[in-house]
């Protein structure tokens, strides 16, 4: 299967289970929600997580999508880049973790509540480029 195919199936959907490698070289797996954004596919994670710090030492993980009937799916394989933890309402991992929230639940009420609550909760951006992908999309 060809990655922009994948690409195309997983940005109609918003949720997936992520799969980071755990030091013991097993898969650490997560539900997540996610959006396809410029390329890649965007996750908010915590620092001090498992994701995060599997990430971090091994920067690698496969992201598998379904869709609502479970007919079809698609696996990527996916290298994956952590920005700097959210430290400031200014700062750029901010600004992405809106706009991941934007594309996955549209409008925040109260974007100041939002930056705080993402800054108090040590909150990432994990971006996931794809280098593979297989699957069943037909």
Known sequence: MKIHHAMEFVGRHHRGVLATVRANGLPQMSNIVYSAIDGAVWVSVTDGRAKTANLRRDPRAVLHVTSNDFAAYTVMECDAELSDV???????????????YRNVSGEHPDWDEFDLA?????????????????GQLH
């Not at 990432?124 to 297989?134: D, M």
């Open 86 to 100: 959210a430290r400031d309402p200014e700062d750029s991992t901010v600004a992405e973790l809106r706009r991941l």
């Open 118 to 134: 993402m800054i108090a909760d040590r909150r990432l951006v994990a971006k996931l480029y794809p280098v593979h992908s297989y």
